[in-house]
């Protein structure tokens, strides 16, 4: 079965420090999508693209990058962690660009933490 | 822009009991509306969807939810629940912008505690 795999899934690093996330697709979607989960905030979007070497900045895109070099991968890089980062992540990937047809399809999370 | 509003963080249900969790969203034009539901360590999936026509849709795991424009609302209930219904649910809103992306913006959750 198709799925979203991301490691690790539990990661603590100490500020200052560069850190990269990965996330793997086997559903060969075009889009795919970095978000952040944090009591009281729920899902936010990071950042997003719509395919190869296409990346777009989502809600609270400062501290982060990503790049897509091919249609599987999109590393989220946290390129000087902060305390304020310590968070759940999680990667998600769509067919289509419009949701209605098209729905998220998420993967199982990599926990941050920060310190 | 878009939002929305799940005012319980918190429900607790006994077994067999029904269940409504309440959702608002805020959006201009008629928005997708969605209810996800993550299970402790899991990734969220999806459990229903609505764009347009019968306001009442149904769901996996025998969840329906019903689209109230007049009250900018999209409640989930469910008429009996299992202790496997267990989980947070994440309503969210979808929109479109002019990149054909269709923004999804979620709501902060509601836990869902089943009691025997």
């Given amino acids: 079965d198709a799925e979203i795999t991301q490691s690790p899934r539990h990661k603590i690093t100490e500020t200052g420090r560069q850190v990269t996330l990965a996330c ?3 559903w060969n979607h075009n889009n795919m999508f ?3 989960q944090d009591l009281g905030h729920g899902l936010r979007l990071i950042h997003y693209s719509y395919g190869v070497h296409d990346t777009n900045k989502g809600e609270v895109s400062d501290g982060y990058s990503v790049s897509r070099s091919n249609t599987e991968d999109l590393p989220l890089t946290l390129e000087s962690a ?3 980062q310590t968070s759940v992540y999680f990667c998600a990937s769509s067919e289509r660009r419009s949701s209605y047809n ?10 941050l933490t920060v310190t | 822009a878009q939002s929305v509003t799940q005012p319980d963080i918190h429900i607790t249900v006994s077994e067999g009991a029904s269940l409504e969790l309440r959702c608002n969203y805020s959006y201009g034009a008629t928005p ?3 209810w996800y539901v993550q299970s402790p360590g899991q990734g969220l999936q999806l459990l229903l969807k609505y764009f347009s026509g019968d306001t009442l849709v149904q769901g996996i795991k025998g969840f329906e939810a019903e689209f109230k424009r007049s009250q900018s609302s ?3 209930r469910k008429p009996s629940v299992h202790w496997s ?3 947070e649910y994440f309503c969210a809103v979808g929109a479109g912008n002019s990149g054909g992306y269709q923004k999804v913006t979620f709501g902060t959750g509601t836990k869902l505690q089943v009691i025997p």
């Fill in chain 2, 32 to 34: 997708y509306l969605f």
């Fill in chain 1, 34 to 36: 970095w978000y952040r």
């Fill in chain 2, 74 to 76: 999209f409640n989930l």
């Fill in chain 1, 24 to 26: 793997h697709q086997t």
């Fill in chain 2, 85 to 87: 219904d267990a989980a």
């Fill in chain 1, 82 to 84: 902060a305390s304020s």
């Fill in chain 1, 102 to 111: 098209s729905p998220l399809h998420f993967g199982n999370g990599t926990r």
